[in-house]
């Protein structure tokens, strides 16, 4: 794990952060400027750099991180819809080079994206 990963230490417990879900392979946080009424941000407790680094071999994280933004689009009311984006890279708009999936719920959301 990179000792400087807002979401590494974020996962660890090193900065405290309320969590929306935890199990043992990912946690969820709301984002702290949040672009819906529901911004939630679904990722892995170990690090990964952002989506240009899944392999095959993660097919069970990804599995459990659409399981999980799944659960808590329910859990918001998220019964119109919702969307997911993963930012990969300075094109892609990533910011925190630790891979995390955005829940975006709660209104009518435009096509195609900034
Ligand atoms: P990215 O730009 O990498 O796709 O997404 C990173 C997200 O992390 C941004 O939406 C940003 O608002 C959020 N974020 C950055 N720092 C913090 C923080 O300290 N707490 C929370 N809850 N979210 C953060
Ligand atoms: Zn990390």
Do not use: Y
């Not at 859990?75 to 975006?104: C, E, Y």
């Amino acid at each position: 794990m990179p000792a400087d990963c807002l979401f590494c230490r974020m996962a660890s417990g090193e900065i405290p952060v309320a969590k929306v879900h935890e199990d043992e392979m990912v946690f969820a946080i709301r984002d702290i400027n949040p672009q819906a009424p529901t911004h939630v941000l679904v990722m892995p407790l170990a690090h990964v750099a952002s989506a240009a680094a899944l392999t095959e071999a993660d097919a069970p994280l990804l599995a459990r991180l659409f399981a999980v933004a799944a659960e808590i689009a329910a859990r918001d009311g998220l019964d119109g819809g919702w969307r997911l984006v993963s930012n990969v890279g300075p094109d892609g708009g990533q910011t925190v080079q630790h891979l995390h999936l955005h829940l975006l719920g709660g209104r009518r959301m435009g096509w195609p994206p900034g």
